[in-house]
Nanobody, 116 residues
Framework: QVQLVESGGGLVQPGGSLRLSCAASRSIFSINTMGWYRQASGNERELVASIGSGGGTNYADSVKGRFTISRDNAKNTVYLQMNNLEPEDTAVYYC??????????WGQGTQVTVSS
């Protein structure tokens, strides 16, 4: 079992930046895919970004060019750098880990609010 703990959320103005962190309770080296989902109020959870064990990345079209995902296996941590934030990015962001297409581990979520 792996516990995931997110941090770094908060309130930011449009155009601002935040970096989310996801710290795992043990090594993530063997976890094939790490990533981030988000869920805005009244909406379904959507995949934001993912990163494979080899470093390959995928992004939702809505965040391409603005968000960057990375993983540091030595620190058991995954990051999501979010730049040029928009009000539409407001959501609870969840970290996950997966061995297949279905997420196996989830964090508790961190709130990101983009507002002036």
């Amino acid at each position: 079992q792996v516990q995931l703990v997110e941090s770094g959320g908060g309130l930011v103005q449009p155009g601002g930046s935040l970096r989310l962190s996801c710290a795992a309770s043990r090594s993530i080296f063997s976890i094939n895919t790490m990533g981030w989902y988000r869920q805005a109020s009244g909406n379904e959870r959507e995949l934001v970004a993912s990163i494979g064990s080899g470093g390959g990345t995928n992004y939702a079209d809505s965040v391409k060019g603005r968000f960057t995902i990375s993983r540091d296996n030595a620190k058991n941590t995954v990051y999501l750098q979010m730049n040029n934030l928009e009000p539409e990015d407001t959501a609870v962001y969840y970290c996950y880990g997966a061995y297949s297409a279905i997420p196996r581990y989830w964090g508790q979520g961190t709130q990101v609010t983009v507002s002036s």
